[in-house]
């Protein structure tokens, strides 16, 4: 991928309550999302979802081929997509102009679901990575997290006023996407006439409490977590880190408050839990510049010029408990012998050092995407089949 998926994947949400002490600014008007200037992804167009999804697969001999990528030109149900922290505008809060920060982190994160699904993603007014730096620094400064959030949701209203017309969506979120989402379906979708349209939600890479060893409550109410591929209106959430850099103490993923909660982890490789092969699609150059760049795929060093790679079998992944904290363990079935890579990048880099209490967060989407994007078309089928006529 580009340089500057470095943001686009970084996706620095900030959790409670670590913006606690900081006071929101006065909120400005709302956007309004009957111009197609405010989507940053709608469709029929030629956006940002519309990016080339082409992926080289390489498998564990070394062979490669070429995977094509068509989206699905009557789609039977609906995406709704909102982004992670990614804006480098020079405000505590962004603007409203899609830059090549936003372009590229939905090409990355939510073109591949136009496979099966028509991907609208609105442009909000973002805490920025800007913001995040100085709050990291210990400086005051006023964001305006209200903001964020009353954005997308004006922009649902206007998706279900205009577009919806009683057909099935998914909800898809990373990081600070999923924050406003979760929010969203706080107030807007859980245990209301609405969450019959809510195919499943896709909250990656956030922190969603449940109760222990319970998959409904907690942060949700009605919304219980997915635990069979024909299910609908229920929850997919995870954190990911590597099967041998479990969280360190002073991770902010896969712990929430509260004794009796948890976070959520559903592996979309194996809903019902337990160990599974991933469909992964990996950015070819790695994940940005706040990775650290990714080597020869394959032991003779020759180039990949398609903008993602498959690799089947490198990858599994599964839900885990390690003393408080709840994540998707990542596995490398690394094989020395054979003449594929033995190793993969996402961890976060900052100054040569592996910050071990991000995991990899670069790729929560990436190292199962395809399970992602297959899930929610059999929901679709599922939801589909007991809403005829939508």
């Known amino acids: 991928m580009k340089k500057l998926m ?22 400005s008007a709302t956007p309004d999302y009957a111009q197609e200037v405010s989507w940053l992804c709608r469709p029929g167009r030629a956006d940002a979802c519309a990016a080339d999804q ?3 697969v390489i498998t564990a001999n070394g062979k490669r081929s070429i995977e094509s990528f068509k989206a699905d030109p009557k789609p039977k149900f609906d995406c709704f997509y909102v982004y992670p922290t990614v804006s480098l505008d020079p405000t505590p809060n962004s603007d409203m102009v899609a830059g090549p920060e936003e372009k590229q982190v939905a090409a990355f994160q939510a073109a591949r679901f136009a496979k099966h699904c028509r991907v609208f993603a609105p442009l909000y007014r973002q805490v920025t990575i800007t913001a995040l730096r100085d709050i990291l620094l210990g400086k005051s400064i006023a964001v305006d997290r209200a903001m964020a959030y009353n954005d997308v949701k004006a922009a649902w209203d206007d998706y279900l006023a205009r577009d919806n017309h009683g057909r099935g969506v998914v909800l898809i979120g990373h990081s600070q996407g999923s924050g406003v989402l979760k929010m969203l379906m706080q107030q807007e979708i859980d245990g209301k006439p609405i969450a019959d349209r809510m195919i499943s939600a896709m909250l990656l890479g956030t922190n969603v409490a449940v109760p222990e060893g319970k998959d409904v409550g907690g942060d949700l109410k009605s919304i219980p977590l997915c635990r069979a591929a024909s299910q609908t209106g229920c929850l997919v959430s995870y954190v990911s880190f590597r099967v041998d850099s479990p ?3 002073n991770s902010r993923f896969g712990i929430v408050p509260g004794d009796a909660m948890v976070a959520a982890c559903v592996n979309p490789a194996a809903l019902a839990g337990g160990k599974a092969l991933t469909d992964n699609y990996l950015g070819t150059s790695g994940a940005g510049t706040s990775s650290n760049p990714m080597g020869a795929w394959t ?39 054979d003449p594929r890579t033995d190793t993969i990048v996402g961890d976060v880099v900052y100054g040569g ?24 078309n059999t929901q679709a089928q599922a939801w589909r089949k007991a809403h005829p006529g939508h």
Not at 327 to 336: E, F, I, Q, T, W
Not at 353 to 376: C, F, R, S
């Open 6 to 27: 470095l943001f686009a994947l970084a996706a620095l949400a900030m959790p409670q309550p670590a913006f606690a002490r900081i006071a929101p600014a006065p909120t």
């Open 54 to 56: 082409t992926a080289t």
């Open 247 to 249: 969280p360190p103490a």
């Open 299 to 337: 032991s003779d060093g020759a180039p990949v010029t398609t903008p993602f790679v498959k690799a089947p079998g490198l990858l599994s992944a599964e839900c885990v408990t390690t003393d408080k904290f709840h994540y998707l363990a990542v596995s490398v079935n690394a094989d020395p012998n």
């Open 353 to 376: 050092l592996t910050l071990k209490d991000w995991g990899l967060h670069l790729i929560d989407m990436p190292v199962a995407m395809g399970n992602l994007v297959e899930l929610a």
